[in-house]
């Protein structure tokens, strides 16, 4: 394959990683806790999307804009929860309780479609069936090579929307943090909850703003990843959630710009593995072994900030 | 009767240390004496007896997770790649080495012994991380683990590409007794190990790790000891699952078999030996037994596990219910029942001698320095009653 | 006789089974400079943190302008005019100056009053303002200390708490900090100071309570105090 069309389907495919990891980053960076759930979020979008734009033919920015909604309610629903009861605990116990949510979301859909395949009711199998069978939607993507002024580049319109964005969510972002009022105070929760509270900051009440962020980039990704052709299912976030966690970690967790590096830079290694038969069967496993090897060397990530932990 | 010591250096028999293996020494006379006899009837042997070896299987998985997740407080969510591990390598020793003699122990034996010794390999080069890392990263590099695993198996022609891997088996009815005695042996390396020195060098690394290092606990060693111990026996756990399995597949050993496993230990509670095996085998009795074994029902396993398991975790750490946790405990309830002394008696009883403790040396202070201290709580006292 | 700002009744806390505070009690009076002077683990902390909601009390109450403090949420109590400078500062480090002040007036929506304010912090403090923009975690420890009190101030509080300001500090910045603390009662804040540093607490503080073991066992106007013999040889080293 052309290395150009290589690097700008693997920039696209990292901008997917890249929103996600976004994700992560927030909820790590000031809720101190890694969302292990946010993938399963992404999955529970991907079902909205596909059902409300396929069977109940939605135009797909309404489509798309139910999801997010439907997203950040279910963000927050999971943080009021399990997250909050466990504020102050230690934290492999809120790890724990994450890894529970993430089985429990992906769970949901596994039981519906038994009781699609075991009930009686017709109507309801047929129903349950329509939800549960996704097909990749085709009608949303344009596959089309992008073509300016006669000329044809070599990315579709679809991976080049995906990179814009990706782009502009982490120009938003990095704005929203910096300028806003309720940004900086995400910035005071993270370095200092106690001395959040003494300016007054209502602590939760940054913590549910940061999950509705975190969700609702999660139901971004839900679209950006229903564009690349995978259909809906069970562990449609499973992966990629962890991938893109990596690439959190590897680009420096807290970090926004970070985590866009880290997302483009997995997504590029990747394709670019995909593209070599040789190595295509191994991509999970050299995307992890790059994860681990950058944790070994600098746990902190590319652009984290060093921190030490205190006694 | 002899003193002890009651500072407890002197190691002197006692026999709640030993209840554990007993009661599975019981279970097992149980079942060999209901097979033998066959006065359970005929479904007994259909429906129970197959459930015995992943119950077993389960429980050394659980209690070797145990090691890394109780003890030294560290999450690993890639104790499948371990078994994994295991599994293939045992499994195919053993069909290499198998001369069609079904019962060959002495096969078994080595496929066990080479299984465990390789998934401890990994054991201890996934511990090497584990050096610098802790927390949620730690627990996101033992999971990337378990999937360079499984993805690395099934692109190994050697075996089988990770697909049905044929594996010998064991069919003799009475092969739940070596499931038994590994366990025993299992519980009596580990808890032996959680119980010396060691141990309590582990978990005094688990509660402050900077702490432990000051006092000079060699951090590395035990580290990677504990990583590489619980591999051991997750690789034997993959050895007998690949024996009770006619064919081995790369898709058994997925990461959620690993939090599968994490379930069992954090529900038996994280440290408890005794819990770890009850849970282990509980849940795995659960998932074999009757209707609730069914295809069908797998997601309803998934959603009740994990609902309980958000709860159970909820509640034993939830600042917010502290509280209520030490108004109803179980020990406590327990307490209440053969009237000892509740937990948070006991707690005031030792706050109480602490601070007459200090009060006493206080004085003693006190009395040693030039009494200045004593005139000033004088001089307060007058200056209170003057304030009145 | 002047208005009672802050009353402390029978103030217990715990932390487990150990009982930091005992049933303290005591009031700061508007326009006061009020110090709390102790050793090493007497409570010092302890009692500002629960009097800013930051730990919850036992048994007892604080009351502050006549309302109840013990169950309202920490972020609510700095809005009612009570603003708090932590021990060890605990500025934000990754944020500039600028920022780090615009958090001390979270709570407020005015942006004029917000200006006054920040135009008398820059006035106290005008080595802040020359730094403005840049991170504060690359000030040095007496600027963030000024940064931290100029924070607090930002809420425009009509109490401040202070956790041993002078906790790290050369004794040069040490008397500035406290002169300093001198200017916020002329600025008519009343002043509730912790020190482990006694003798230059009582220099300026109006009245002082001697805190030992989670009891206070010594009360009265610095002026007697500093000559209290007792107060003398375990507090001033003379």
């Known amino acids: 394959m052309d290395f150009l069309e290589t690097l700008l389907n693997g920039l696209s495919l990292g901008g997917t990683y890249a929103i996600i990891a976004l994700g992560y980053t927030m909820v790590y960076g000031i809720a101190k806790m890694l969302n292990f759930a946010h993938g399963d979020i992404i999955m529970v979008g991907s079902y909205i999307i596909w059902f409300t734009f396929l069977r109940l033919d939605c135009h797909p920015s309404i489509s798309i804009a139910l999801a997010i909604i439907c997203c950040v309610i279910l963000g927050i629903v999971i943080e009021r929860l399990a997250y909050r009861p466990l504020r102050g605990a230690p934290s492999l116990a809120v790890l724990i309780t994450a890894i529970g949510v993430s089985s429990l979301l992906q769970g949901l859909p596994a039981i519906l479609d038994t009781i699609s395949k075991s009930s009686n009711n017709s109507a309801l199998k047929e129903k349950l069936s329509g939800i549960l069978n996704p097909l990749p939607i085709q009608d949303m993507v344009h596959t089309n090579k992008l073509v300016l002024f006669g000329v044809e580049f070599p990315i579709s319109i679809s991976a080049l929307v995906t990179i814009l964005i990706t782009v502009a969510t982490m120009i938003a972002l990095t704005v929203f943090i910096k300028k806003s009022k309720t940004g900086k105070a995400m910035v005071a929760v993270s370095e200092n909850r106690d001395a959040a509270l003494l300016m007054g900051i209502h602590i939760n009440k940054i913590i549910v703003v940061t999950f509705a962020i975190g969700s609702a980039l999660a139901g971004v990704a839900a679209t950006l990843m229903l564009t690349k052709g995978t259909p809906a299912s069970p562990s449609f976030g499973a992966l990629p959630g962890i991938v893109a966690f990596s690439a959190a970690v590897i680009g420096g967790i807290g970090s926004i710009p970070g985590a866009a590096l880290g997302g483009f830079l997995i997504g590029i290694l990747e394709t670019f593995c995909n593209a070599n038969s040789a190595l295509s069967p191994y991509r999970n496993a050299i995307v992890f072994s790059v994860l681990i090897i950058i944790l070994l060397f600098k746990p902190s990530g590319i652009l984290g900030n060093p921190r030490r932990e205190k006694v | ?388 | 006789m002047a208005e009672t700002l802050l009353e402390v009744n029978n103030l217990a806390v715990s932390y487990g089974v150990i009982r930091a505070l005992k049933g303290i009690s005591f009031h700061v009076d508007k326009g006061e400079i009020v110090s709390l002077i102790g050793a090493n683990g007497a409570g010092k902390t302890t009692t500002l943190q629960t009097i800013t909601g930051l730990l919850r009390p036992v048994s007892g109450n604080v009351i502050f302008k006549g309302n109840d403090l013990t169950h309202v949420p920490a972020h609510k109590i700095v809005s009612m005019g009570l603003g708090h400078v932590p021990e060890g500062r605990k500025i934000f480090q990754g944020l500039s100056v600028y920022d780090n002040l615009l958090l001390g007036a979270y709570t407020r929506k005015s942006k004029a009053e917000i200006e006054e304010n920040m135009e008398l912090v820059f006035r106290l403090f005008p080595r802040l303002l020359e730094r403005k923009k840049q991170l504060a975690g690359t000030l040095s420890g007496g600027e963030q200390q000024m940064l931290a009190i100029g924070r607090a101030l930002l809420s425009n509080p009509e109490m401040i708490v202070l956790d041993e300001p002078s906790m790290g500090l050369s004794p040069l910045l040490v008397t500035e900090v406290f002169e300093i603390i001198k200017t916020l009662q002329n600025e008519g804040k009343t002043v509730l100071l912790v020190e482990q540093n006694a003798k230059k607490a009582m220099s300026i503080a109006d009245r002082v309570y001697v805190l030992e073991t989670g009891m206070i066992t010594m009360e009265g106007p610095a002026s007697e105090l500093i000559n209290n013999e007792n107060i003398k040889k375990a507090y001033l080293g003379e």
């Not at chain 2, 030993?18 to 006379?29: C, D, F, H, P, S």
């Not at chain 2, 015995?52 to 690993?76: C, D, Q, R």
């Not at chain 2, 499984?150 to 190994?156: H, L, P």
């Not at chain 2, 070596?178 to 032996?192: E, K, M, S, Y």
Request: net charge positive; with cysteine; glycine share 8%.
């Open chain 2, 1 to 388: 009767m002899r003193k002890t010591n009651d500072l407890g250096l002197n190691k002197s028999f006692k026999f709640k240390n030993y209840l554990n293996y007993t009661v599975i020494l019981a279970v097992l006379a149980v079942l060999m004496i209901l097979q033998f006899t066959g006065a359970a009837g005929t479904d007994f042997n259909y429906k129970i007896m197959p459930i015995v070896i992943p119950i077993g299987v389960y429980v050394i998985l659980a209690l070797s997770l145990n090691m890394v997740v109780g003890f030294l407080g560290e999450l690993s969510l890639g104790h499948a790649g371990f078994m994994c591990i295991g599994a293939f390598v045992g499994g195919k020793i053993a069909s290499l080495l198998d001369t069609g003699d079904n019962a060959n122990i002495s096969v078994m034996l080595i496929a066990l012994i080479l299984g465990g010794l390789c998934a401890a390999l990994f054991g201890f080069i996934v511990g090497l991380p584990a050096l610098r890392l802790r927390g949620d990263y730690l627990a996101i590099v033992t999971l990337a683990f378990n999937m360079i695993i499984t993805d690395v198996i099934k692109e190994i022609p050697f075996f089988a590409k990770g697909s049905n891997l044929p594996t010998p088996s064991l069919k003799d009815e009475y092969n739940y007794i070596i499931i038994f005695a590994i366990i025993l042996i299992t519980l009596a390396v580990i808890q032996n190990f959680a119980r010396s020195k060691h141990g309590r060098a582990i978990m005094s690394i688990r509660d402050n790790e900077i702490a432990a290092r000051t006092m000079g606990i060699n951090i590395v060693k035990y580290k990677l000891t504990v990583f590489t111990i619980s591999a051991f026996f997750a690789g034997i756990a993959g050895v007998l699952w690949s024996y009770y399995q006619p064919g081995i597949n790369y898709e058994m050993f997925k990461y959620n078999v690993s939090i599968e496993i994490l379930v069992m230990v954090v529900l038996g509670g994280m440290g408890s030996v005794n819990g770890s095996i009850l849970a282990a085998a509980l849940i795995t009795f659960i998932n074999n037994y009757g209707k609730f074994s069914e295809e069908s029902f797998a997601p309803y396993r998934t959603v009740l596990y994990a609902l309980i398991l958000i709860i159970v975790v909820i509640y034993r750490n939830a600042p917010g219910l502290k509280g209520f946790r030490e108004k109803y405990n179980m020990k406590d309830l327990f307490a209440k029942i053969f009237k000892k002394k509740t937990s948070q008696e006991k707690l005031e009883d030792i706050a109480d001698k602490e601070t007459k403790k200090s009060e006493k040396s206080d004085k003693k202070e006190q009395k040693l320095s030039n009494k200045v201290s004593k005139k000033a709580a004088k001089s307060a006292k007058n200056a209170k009653k003057e304030d009145r």
